[in-house]
């Protein structure tokens, strides 16, 4: 038991170590496939071979580097937009159709640039954002001071609305009920209910 989970473990940072390889530079990439090996290894992967896929994964990453460098910013690491683009390549081999035409590296680059834009609307939306305690500065004993410390607000919570709508409504009944029209009619004007609310 002990043997089996050492192996796996050893195993595991073989790959680790080999997939950081690929992310952090780009000449340990694997040369791509050639146009006969592609056909194979696309024929192979429609019959179930998942062996096949991962080789046209592995073949494929020089091209996800690629993609990923046009989209390198300073706000978004370059090794962030690999990953990314690595899910893009995983799906369009998941979805391509050799019948369509189409090239495989035409297809999947398609897929990873999308993949990219996607994750990086993410991050612009998530950039634009602003939360309530987020610090806008500190106060004269150099506290900080949040957004939501500095917004004042008179809203009152959808429970307490509901609550007073309850209430002017019992109001308005038991007024019905009590008052003569004349009496009703000055507290209506003392205190400014309108009559349309009756």
Known sequence: MLTLCISSFIAFLKSAV???????????????????????????????????RNVLI????????????????????????????TIGLIKGIKSFDSSKGVRLATYVSRCIENEV??????????GAEVYLEDTIGSDKDDNTI?????????ERSIEDEVDLKFKIKKLY??????????????????????????
């Not at 992310?23 to 096949?52: C, H, M, T, W």
């Not at 834009?117 to 998530?126: S, T």
């Open 18 to 52: 080999f997939v950081v390889g690929y992310i952090s530079n780009d000449s340990l990439f694997p040369e791509p496939l050639s146009s006969e090996e592609e056909k194979i290894y696309i024929e192979r992967y429609a019959q179930g071979d998942e062996v096949a």
């Open 58 to 85: 592995e073949r494929n990453l020089r091209l996800v580097a690629h993609v990923c460098k046009k989209y390198s910013t300073a706000n978004v690491d370059h090794e962030d937009l690999i990953s990314i683009g």
């Open 117 to 126: 834009l996607m994750h990086l609307r993410v991050v612009k939306k998530l």
């Open 146 to 154: 949040s957004l939501q410390e500095v917004i004042e607000t008179d």
């Open 173 to 198: 009944e038991k007024m019905k009920e009590v008052l003569i029209d004349r009496e009703k009619l000055i507290i209506e004007m003392r205190f400014r209910f309108g009559r349309s609310k009756t």
